[in-house]
């Protein structure tokens, strides 16, 4: 549908990787000088290029949604996206973080994918859902989140 | 790079933090997103007029006026310079605020003003001397608030649940009552009354005499000379000096003792006043003579003489000798003239 690169930012999907096992990150050095990697060689931070295309991210989002429920849980999405290509954080554990209850945490994913900022790309063993964020979503303008 | 920048991470992990803080509304952090989506990095504020907010957050002026109070108090920002009418408001932002459940949970029910200064051992409730030695729970202490790949978000030790449910498998959405604490109420040993009348009488004008009315709309006659312990202690809690008009209508506590001297005090605290520290000495009873400039409308500079209590509570607020000069504080006094302090904008660090 949309496929340029969102207006006034770097091109996030070149940053991310996108292969989980064959991913490596671009710079594993964050500004700090630390280190930071986990076990299956995922980076932890962000760099800088990509901190500043989530916070453009975040502003342009923050502009669609009152809900900060649906704002806080697509900015770990998108996170988890640039970090590790994939979201693999359960509705429980968003629910714990937010405070919310079970339906609060569905009604936001359910309107996060209806504005096709997220979506499903699979489901893990235990049949939970494995999303993605779409940064591609807000580029189109008003009909792509419509 | 300067030394000062906010870093587009931090500007993250607070938005982040904010998103999951469950003391304010969405209103609430919609406005506060704002005023953190246009800060200056060179100018080291935010320029947001309250007409700005309003539209950045999808609602009215007149209801960013009414919760501009509220953001304040929330310590995430704070007025760096009142608009007049050709300027905007300056708002300035506590980037290293850090609010959400987990952080309250694990500093006692208190939000960490300065996350930079708590370590990650201490954000775990430990106390900073016993976690020198070796810790097996952690191989690799998180840093405080700032979520990771693969965190599950769980608080660690408790089991605490949304929705309220009881911990032993009760019904959902029945929260554990605890015993209220009425932070409002009257110090043990004192009652609130409202003043509705005060004046002097008698030929000299040298009888002080106030009628009061308690919540329960009981009536109480306080019949004192000005030379007497009744008048020099309400005129110490009220500043009445002469006027005994402004003193209508102000709530106070007075002593329930029924025989000898009344004792009064303040039934609330003072207003806060908003204060940067620019030097301070310490004198031999342990208290401090501090210099201050005050950050409003006048902009002056005082004196404050702290008691050694107060004087420790201070630097508890700032968090070290090193940190209080320079730093912009907030402090109020308290019903019992004890001085509360609260630590607004950390001082500039030095370049490391």
């Known amino acids: ?5 969102p207006r006034g930012l770097p091109d996030i999907r070149a940053m991310a990787p996108l292969n989980m096992t064959a991913g490596k990150a671009a710079k594993p050095f964050t500004s700090t000088g630390t280190f930071t990697m986990s076990i299956e060689e995922i980076p932890l931070e962000l760099t800088e290029e990509q901190a500043e295309a989530l916070w453009n991210f975040s502003n342009e989002v923050e502009r669609l949604f009152r809900s900060s429920t649906a704002l806080g ?3 770990v999405i998108a996170r988890h996206t640039l970090l590790a290509g994939e979201c693999r ?26 504005h096709r900022l997220i979506d499903v790309v699979g489901r893990d063993d235990r049949g939970a859902a494995i999303y993605r964020a779409n940064f591609d979503a807000l580029a189109g303008g008003a009909d792509a989140v419509a | 790079m300067r030394w000062h920048r906010v870093r587009v991470e931090d500007k993250i992990a607070f938005r982040e933090d904010l998103q999951v803080d469950p003391t304010l509304t969405d209103l609430q952090k919609r406005m506060i ?35 501009a109070a509220s953001l304040t ?8 310079r009142e608009a007049t009418y050709t300027t905007s408001t300056l708002w300035a932002v506590n980037w290293w605020f850090r609010g959400s459940p987990m952080t309250r949970e694990n500093n006692g029910g208190k939000p960490v003003f300065d996350c930079r200064k708590v370590s990650p051992r201490a954000a775990q409730m430990e106390s900073p001397t016993d976690a020198q030695g070796e810790s097996p729970k952690t191989s690799s ?93 309400i005129d110490r809690a009220l500043f009445i000096d002469g006027e005994p008009d402004a003193a209508i209508g102000e709530l106070i506590c007075m002593s329930t003792n029924r025989t000898g001297a009344k004792a009064f005090l303040r039934a609330a605290p003072l207003p806060w006043v908003d204060a940067t520290i620019l030097s301070g000495e310490e004198r031999e009873d342990g208290g401090a003579n501090i210099r201050v400039s005050f950050n409003d409308h006048f902009s002056g500079e005082g004196k404050l003489t702290l008691a050694a209590a107060d004087a420790a509570d201070l630097l508890a607020a700032c968090g070290g000798e090193a940190e209080t000069i320079g730093a912009r504080v907030r402090y109020r006094l308290l019903p019992d003239d004890r001085m509360e302090f609260q630590l607004m904008e950390a001082p500039a660090l030095e370049a490391a």
């Open chain 2, 73 to 80: 108090a929330s310590g995430r920002v704070s007025v760096k």
């Open chain 1, 1 to 5: 549908m949309i496929t340029g690169v």
């Open chain 1, 89 to 114: 954080v359960s509705h429980k554990a968003f629910g714990l973080r937010h405070g919310k209850c079970r339906r609060s945490i569905d009604v936001a994913i359910k309107m996060l994918k209806r």
């Open chain 2, 33 to 67: 997103s704002v005023i953190a989506t246009h800060w200056d990095n060179t100018k080291m504020h935010a320029e947001c007029s309250l007409t700005f907010i309003a539209r950045g957050a999808g609602t009215t002026k007149k209801m960013v006026h009414k919760y």
């Open chain 2, 141 to 233: 202490p998180p840093e405080l608030a700032v979520p990771r790949l693969g965190d599950e978000f769980l608080p660690k030790g408790r089991d605490r649940r949304p929705g309220g449910a009881a911990p032993d498998g009760g019904p959902q959405g029945a929260p554990k009552r605890e015993k209220k604490e009425n932070p409002h109420r009257a110090p043990p040993g004192f009652a609130k009354w409202r003043i509705v009348h005060a004046e002097y009488e008698g030929e000299d004008g040298e009888t002080f005499v106030a009628h009061l009315r308690s919540g329960k709309a009981r009536k109480f006659v306080l019949r004192c000379h000005v030379d007497s312990d009744d008048y020099e202690s």
């Open chain 1, 73 to 75: 849980i697509l900015m």
